[in-house]
């Protein structure tokens, strides 16, 4: 005879009689207890969120269909937080000798019934679409949906998932691809500017060209942003027109023929003949935009850290001596430990650890010799204290690192804000350029010789930069309000001295051409001046004609005032002689008005957002020459001394499948639109 099941080992209720055909089976007592509330009345109780319900009343018994919806349905608080943590059903794949692991535990007890997260549906769709992004996302090889420790992984947490093939999670990442596309372009499509371009050319080792080109544009709201659009295969890097077949094929993708601003690309792989090709799509695509003069021909951080190299190889074997001595301490634990120790004994105050720098970045040779700088006094010593140490830099080695420190310092500074989160306006450009500028064309003129003799070469360098982009950046800077021309006259007059004035009025009239140019394409307005109802309504057009801007005035039937209303024609009267004075420009009135205040919160994107209506042609202006870029890499890459490679297994797939995932990971950096949760439209088959 079978025992009668009794929760909690509580006595049975000798009123009550056991049904001994039934016992507890139901899972849902793995979540009850029963608990005796008085004579005849026993109810369930919830084990986690301690409700308790009807089960045996008198001879009535409840059952337990409720107590499954209580569970099942996600009535319950704590079940229902518990289903949110633990989606997929755990497994345990057995092993070959029949044994599923290594517990000694006896199999738990199998129950019938429906399961406790039944209502939490499989979705194998969603599942694939979150490996396509994890793919993407973290640059893992499309071959691993077809390694035996993914399969056997994901099997672990669900046993009824489908491991794609490589050809369909292929499919899954470019349909993914275009779907981020769509958004892309919903969002360009939006814009009130222009976008810019910057050019970044990577190969591979079988010789071909990957040309990276990203967008730079301010959106409706005043955010700029930053995207990659696309990753065009060029079979011949070195030719000419390798640049130029790129951004047309990158204008049509995006509707952008008309709406093309600037053009930055690295001269590393440019020729004359090759600019001269850009410069002509560019004034074909924009022929107000300074007739094709918006071309950026040198990144500025490839710039820098060309400086910086010829700075480092003109010190070469300085620099070899500081470097081997940091490789003495660093590469033996007991030379660290005496190292130390002097360090202790001399209580030399400085922090620094040394390290060895990692020769593909510039900076770390930089942060290498600095901080080797500050323990020169260590260093110093060191043979004293350790007799192997024999190869010391002498005082006036390490005078000449400590000048070559302060040129590399410059240049690292003016390269660090690029390697932020977000992409700085094109304001704080010029603050950096003509700073390097001044600092370079100083010390070229030093009378120490070591000093002059390091730093001509630099300036002579880096002045074809400056005489090349100094007019655009100057131009971009006077949009910002805390500075308009003040500062373009104030940094001109020390970089060119007697000769500044001739170099500001280029500049002034730079910007009076480009102002034009958005005059030219803005809109006619209709300006109706406001007057009381009953007077006489008065339209007030102005209608271009060459460069003389025409009042026309129309008078409208319906006047309520009488013949003899002295007042009239007032307003006609003042109409005629405002027409005929010379009214300020926006550009004028901006550069008329005080300075902004210098704080250090000061956002310009938002001023031009609060002063649109004030300056609607100079904002769309301002939004287009704040977005413009100077450099061609990413914040990874500001640094980097080796260029751009493609690995063999980029290179190995197909050009439309490497672009969707470069793309694609560039654009799920940032936040999702609410649509980005839908089904993708398109799908491609492979």
Not at 123 to 135: L, S
Not at 219 to 241: C, Q, T, Y
Not at 256 to 283: A, K, P
Not at 308 to 316: E, I, S, T
């Amino acid at each position: 005879m079978e025992d009668t099941f009794t929760p909690n080992n509580e006595q049975p209720n000798p009123e009550i009689q056991p049904n001994k055909r039934r016992r507890k089976k139901s899972i849902v007592w793995e979540h009850f207890t029963v608990e005796t509330v008085s004579a005849g009345c026993t109810r369930a109780c919830c084990k986690q969120c301690k409700k308790s319900f009807a089960y045996i009343t008198g001879s009535k018994l409840a059952g337990t269909s409720h107590l499954k919806r209580h569970i099942a349905l996600g009535i319950c608080p704590v079940s229902r937080r518990n289903q949110e943590r633990n989606q997929l059903t755990p497994y345990t794949p057995a092993s070959q000798d029949g044994f599923t692991g290594i517990s000694t535990d006896a199999p738990k007890r199998r129950y019938r019934g429906t399961p406790v997260y039944a209502n939490i549906p499989f979705d194998q769709h969603r599942c694939n679409q979150e490996i396509a992004k994890m793919i993407i996302m973290h640059d893992y090889p499309l071959h691993i949906v077809e390694h035996s420790g993914f399969i056997n992984f994901v099997h672990s947490l669900q046993p009824q998932f489908n491991v794609a093939s490589f050809n369909s999670i292929q499919g899954d990442c470019v349909a993914l691809y275009l779907r981020e596309k769509q958004n892309l372009s919903n969002t360009l499509n939006g814009i009130p500017g222009r976008v810019s371009l910057t050019l970044d050319m990577w190969t591979s080792d079988e010789n071909l060209g990957y040309v990276f080109l990203t967008g730079h544009f301010i959106d409706d709201e005043w955010k700029l942003h930053r995207r990659i659009l696309n990753v065009v295969m060029v079979s011949s890097p070195e030719s000419d027109d390798a640049y130029g077949q790129a951004v047309v094929a990158c204008l049509a993708d995006w509707s952008l023929e008309s709406r093309l601003f600037t053009i930055t690309l690295d001269q590393s792989f440019s020729s004359e003949t090759m600019m001269g090709n850009l410069r002509g799509v560019v004034s074909v695509k924009n022929p107000f935009m300074f007739n094709g003069q918006l071309l950026i021909r040198n990144c500025f951080a490839r710039i820098l850290c060309s400086l910086a190299q010829d700075a480092l190889g003109a010190m070469a074997d300085t620099v070899k001596k500081i470097r081997d001595s940091v490789k003495y301490v660093k590469t033996s634990d007991a030379h660290e430990e005496k190292f130390l120790e002097l360090k202790h004994q001399l209580q030399v105050p400085s922090t620094k650890t040394l390290f060895l720098n990692d020769y593909t970045k510039w900076n770390s040779t930089y942060h290498m010799l600095a901080d080797a700088c500050e323990l020169k006094e260590v260093f110093t010593c060191l043979d004293t204290f350790d007799p192997d140490y024999k190869e010391a830099p002498s005082p006036d080695d390490w005078r000449q690192v400590e000048t070559l420190c302060t040129f590399l310092k410059l240049f690292y500074d003016a390269a660090i804000i690029f390697t932020g989160k977000t992409y700085p306006t094109a304001n704080t450009f010029y603050h950096e350029v003509w700073k390097v500028q001044l600092e370079l064309t100083e010390a070229a003129k030093s009378h120490d010789p070591f000093i002059s003799n390091l730093t001509k070469p630099l300036q002579d360098k880096f002045d074809r930069y400056w005489k090349e982009t100094s007019l655009i950046l100057a131009v971009a800077v006077v949009m910002d309000p805390r500075f308009k021309m003040k500062l373009v006259e104030f940094s001109f007059s020390k970089i060119y001295g007697a000769e500044a004035e001739m170099w500001i009025k280029i500049v002034d009239e730079g910007i009076r051409e480009l102002f034009v140019d958005y005059v030219t394409q803005q809109p006619l307005l209709s300006i109706q001046p406001y007057v009381d109802e009953g007077s006489e309504v008065i339209s007030q057009s102005y209608l271009e004609e060459g460069n003389d801007v025409i009042p026309k005035t129309e008078m409208t039937d319906g006047s309520l005032l009488s013949d003899s209303d002295r007042l009239s024609d007032f307003d006609v009267y003042i109409s005629e002689i405002s027409g005929g004075q010379d009214m300020r420009s926006e550009l004028d009135q901006y550069l008329d008005e005080s300075l902004m205040p210098r704080s250090q919160d000061f956002d310009v994107l938002d001023w031009w957002k609060l002063n649109k209506l004030k300056y609607p042609t100079l904002s769309r202006m301002a939004s287009d020459l704040l977005s413009t870029p100077i450099t061609t890499v990413g914040p990874d890459n500001v640094f980097d001394t080796v260029s751009r490679k493609i690995d063999r297994y980029q290179s190995s797939l197909r050009p439309v499948t490497l672009e969707a995932l470069i793309c694609s990971k560039d654009w799920l950096q940032y936040p999702a639109e609410p649509d980005m949760l839908l089904q993708p439209i398109v799908k491609m088959e492979f």
